[in-house]
Every structure is written in structure tokens, then in C-alpha cells.
């Protein structure tokens, strides 16, 4: 689902806020995903921190908020 809104080509992502920058189209992730972005841990997160390239490709690497209980 994520790859359908990506619309702009980001490079190696060490200059593009994954959350505040404007690659989804007209809109930046924290409007689009605003539940997910209350959680995340580091909201001044570049996209070239958010993940690892792996032999098969690149990998996401998601850090949210947790309590006791789960995601809060």
C-alpha cells in the first residue's frame, strides 16, 4: 500500500525528512499518516535513516511509541 502514494524520487534520502518533506505527491507523510506520525519516536527522521539495504532489497525500520500495553 505505501508504494502506491510515493511520488517523487528521493535519491540516497540523507537530505529528504521522511515525515515533513513533500515526496507523496502534494502531501507530506505527516498529514497523510497522522496516527502513525503521533507514534513514530523520531519525528526529524530522513528517509535514508528510516532503513537498511539488505542483499534483497531495501528495508524498513520503524520505531514507534510503545507502552506497556503496546502502541499507544
Known amino acids: 500500500w ?5 511520488g517523487r524520487k528521493i535519491g ?3 537530505s529528504t525528512l521522511f ?3 513533500k515526496w507523496l505527491g502534494n502531501t ?3 498529514s497523510a ?7 513514530a519516536l523520531n519525528k526529524d527522521v530522513k528517509v535514508a535513516d ?3 539495504w539488505l542483499a534483497s532489497g531495501w ?6 511509541r510503545c507502552s506497556s500495553s ?3
Open 2 to 6: 505505501f508504494y502506491d502514494y510515493v
Open 12 to 14: 540516497d534520502g540523507s
Open 19 to 21: 515525515w515533513k518533506d
Open 28 to 30: 507530506i507523510l505527516k
Open 33 to 39: 499518516f497522522l496516527r502513525l506520525y503521533r507514534i
Open 50 to 52: 528510516m532503513g537498511i
Open 59 to 64: 528495508s524498513w525500520q520503524w520505531h514507534w
Open 70 to 72: 503496546g502502541i499507544t
